[in-house]
């Protein structure tokens, strides 16, 4: 597996857990897209490295 696989797969389940935490109530949607946020910027940078 290369480094931008291991770093998508990184991000799909950080993603998941951040819907997952939604879905089950622990955070709201406010909370859910600031978090999702930070993962699309750090899988962005590890695209652009």
Same mark, same amino acid.
């Given at each position: 597996? %290369? $480094? @931008? !696989?291991?770093?998508? +797969?990184?991000? =799909?389940?950080?993603? %998941? %857990?951040?819907?997952? !935490?939604? $879905?089950?109530?622990?955070? $709201?949607? *406010?909370?859910? =897209? +600031? /978090? =999702? !946020?930070?993962? @699309? *910027?750090? =899988? /962005? $940078?590890?695209?652009? !490295?």
């Amino acid at each position: 597996m %290369d $480094d @931008i !696989e291991a770093t998508v +797969r990184e991000f =799909l389940a950080s993603a %998941d %857990d951040c819907y997952s !935490e939604y $879905d089950n109530g622990y955070t $709201d949607a *406010d909370a859910t =897209l +600031r /978090r =999702l !946020e930070t993962h @699309i *910027d750090d =899988l /962005r $940078d590890a695209v652009e !490295e």
